[in-house]
Structures are given as C-alpha cells and as structure tokens.
C-alpha cells in the first residue's frame, strides 16, 4: 500500500503517500535547523514591513525543531487548502474527486473525470492558487497584528511569516506555464477556446516540457538543487503522460469496445484440465500469449506465457492450467468506451479484459487490440460504427 487515508473534508477523502512520510520531517528537520538563515529569508521577502526578530530565535535549538516541524506541517496543511480549492470547484461542476494525495512534490487533487469545457478547467485550475493567495494575505495580516514581544512570539510571528510567504510563493509557482501544474492547465483552458480540445493539450504539453527543461537547466549550473531538478523531471514527465492520454481519448472518440475487441466466434479459448505443456504448444503454434480459460461455457480465468513459464520445464506436462491461472478476470461490456476500458486495465494492472453481454462471453479486449486501433485511428484509417472517421481528431489545426 502507497498510501493511506487519515480523513475526509467535505466529503474527500485525504490521503498520505509513503514519500510524504519521508519529506515531512526532511522539511521540519531543515527549517528547525536552519531556523535564523530561514527568518533572514522571510525578512528579505517583506521588508520595510515588520520583521522577524532573528535574533530571538538563535540559540534555541529545541524551540527550532518544535518551529521547524509546525512550519513544515503549515506548508502541506495550505498545499491540501490549495487541493481543496480546485476540489470544490471542481465539484460545483459536477466532477467526482477520488482523493487529495500528499506526496513527495506537494498534493494531487485525483478528479476522476476531467472538464472538456474551457471555461470549466479555466475556473479549476485558477481556484487553488486563489486560496493559496488568500491564505497568504490572512496570515500576513495576523504577523502584522501580533506585537514582537519574546521568544514563544518571535517563533509564532515567524511562522505566520513564513506561512504568508510560503503561500504566495506557491501560488506564483503553480501558475508558470508548466503543463499540468496550475498555470499549464490555464494555458490549455485559453488555447482551448479556438482550438480542439486534442491540439490545445499538445501546445501546453511542448510548452510544458520546455519550461521542465529550462527548470531542470537552471537548478543544474545554477545550483537550484536536487529537488528542483527532481520537479522539473516530475513536469516533463507529467507533460508527456497528459498529452498521451488527451491524444488517445481524442481518437477513441465514439470508438466503443465492440468495434475493436476480438468477437467470441474467433477467439481461441483453452480448458482449465489442460496441461500447462499443452497450453505452450498452443500459444506457439496460435501465436497468442494469453487466453480466457472456460469451463462448461462459462469464464473461470484468464490464463497468460507469464503464469506458464513460473512452472519448471519438467512439471509442464503434469501441472494443469487451473493451477497457475488468474481467478481475478476484469471484465467489460460491449458498449463500454475503449478509453475507458483502457484505463480500467491501466488501474488494474491487466493485460485483457473479457468482454461479456448478460453473462454470455462475447469476445476478449487486449492492449494490443487498443494500441492497433490507436495506430490506425491515428493514420485515418478506421471508421466508427457511426461511419465518421475518427482520425479527423488529429486533422484539425490551428
């Protein structure tokens, strides 16, 4: 398990990856002890405004961890705010969030459907900096009502400080161009209103990775640290993904899981009696590296070259294939959606899914059936069932 659950807000569920277990007391142990190079920073940030007292926090180093570690719990209790602002307006939408996830790079708000609407991702998008702004400004607002005074004040008024600068540091971030941090989704949201849907994500992605690759520049010759480039890796990668999957939802649009699935009356099935031998000489003589196992006409498992090569050579002949088959079988039904029958295998980790209409199997969806499919969807090659040819979605310009 990656991660766990600790509580709901509004009804999201909030959950901790493992990293974010590591970074927090990275973070405490790096404020607390750096505590007064920190305040200096803070200072720099708001002057002629009033200032921390550094002075009254040096020499203190059990008061600096116990500051270091509430300061560092602050930063991820606005990054899960931050979260939350695209959540609920995400949900104003009608949109369904999964989670918020903190994790090592900050916090995920998981939609599990994404707006097509410009105007929708626009308002989503802009919404968690919006709430990083105002925490900023409250917490500005309470340093500048607090009167220096001793040590316990000094180390409140740093954290205010702190958690004003933080805040807004993280809002200005969030909204450079880097696709699909905040300020890419705006990005792809404005290119969006006279562009396909598609052809905005590819222009945000390239600016995406262009800005991850200048960052990653920047924190490698002008000593920006490890975790900079660590980010910079995070958006081009992140670019990249989202880019892939908008291209594919593009192309399968209209695109159901009867139009590409192999129909039951070509599909080779075998028995659950059959040796794991036999099943091998099969697969080479088919050129197939997995099939349904059926009983009596009936689904039982799924049975792939992988389950049959964890059996030693000289046991094939007496090991059956009920013995190394999957019992967990994903299924799908003929009007499913082919991107959404991709991210069901994506999200369960298969590599089929069985296809099956009032408990009839019916036919058998593979990942090589979806990426063929892809392949020619995207050459303009395939027709829906409709008649309209779905490679236009890649035809349209700018």
Request: hydrophobic share 50%; charged share 20%.
């Amino acid at each position: 398990m990656r991660s766990f659950r600790i509580g709901r807000l509004f009804g999201i569920p909030i959950e901790l990856d493992l990293t974010f277990l590591l970074v927090l007391p990275l973070f405490a142990y790096l404020i607390g002890t750096t505590l007064a190079e920190y305040a200096s920073l803070v200072n720099e940030v708001l002057r002629p405004t009033n200032l921390v007292e550094v002075s009254a926090l040096a020499g203190e180093p059990t008061v600096a961890l116990v500051v270091g570690l509430v300061a560092a719990v602050g930063l991820f209790v606005g990054v899960t705010l931050h979260e939350l602002g695209h959540s609920l307006v995400a949900m104003r939408y009608g949109f369904p969030i999964s989670s918020i996830k903190l994790w090592l790079f900050g916090g995920v708000a998981q939609l599990s459907e994404m707006p097509d609407d410009w105007k929708q991702e626009l308002n989503i998008a802009v919404a968690g900096p919006v709430v990083s702004i105002l925490l900023g400004v409250v917490s500005y607002a309470a340093f500048t009502a607090v009167q220096p005074g001793g040590t316990a004040v000094a180390a409140l008024r740093f954290l205010l400080a702190y958690l004003a600068v933080v805040n807004v540091a993280l809002a200005i971030f969030n909204m450079l161009p880097g696709f699909p941090m905040d300020g890419g989704r705006v990005l792809r949201a404005l290119l969006a209103r006279k562009r396909s849907y598609a052809r905005a994500t590819q222009i945000a992605a390239e600016v995406g990775k262009l800005f991850a690759i200048g960052l990653g520049l920047f924190s490698l010759f002008g000593g920006g640290g490890l975790f900079l480039i660590a980010i910079a890796f995070f958006i081009y990668i992140g670019a990249s993904s989202e880019a892939q999957r908008t291209v594919m939802a593009a192309a399968f649009d209209g695109v159901m899981v009867r139009d590409i699935m192999t129909p039951a009356a070509d599909l080779e099935t075998v028995s659950p009696d059959a040796s794991v031998a036999d099943l091998l000489g099969q697969m080479f003589t088919e050129r197939h590296t997995g099939y349904p196992v059926v009983e009596d006409g009936r689904p039982v498992g799924v049975v792939t070259l992988g389950d049959a090569q964890s059996v030693k050579e000289v046991e094939r002949d007496a090991y059956r294939i009920e013995e190394v088959m999957s019992r967990e079988i994903e299924f799908a039904a003929p009007d499913t959606s082919a991107m959404d029958a991709l991210e069901q295998m994506q999200e369960t980790d298969v590599g089929r899914l069985l296809v099956m209409d009032d408990g009839e199997l019916v036919g058998l969806l593979s990942r090589t059936d979806l990426m063929t499919a892809l392949e020619i969807i995207k050459q303009g090659g395939a027709v829906s069932r409709s008649g309209e040819s779905l490679g236009t979605a890649f035809g349209q310009t700018d």
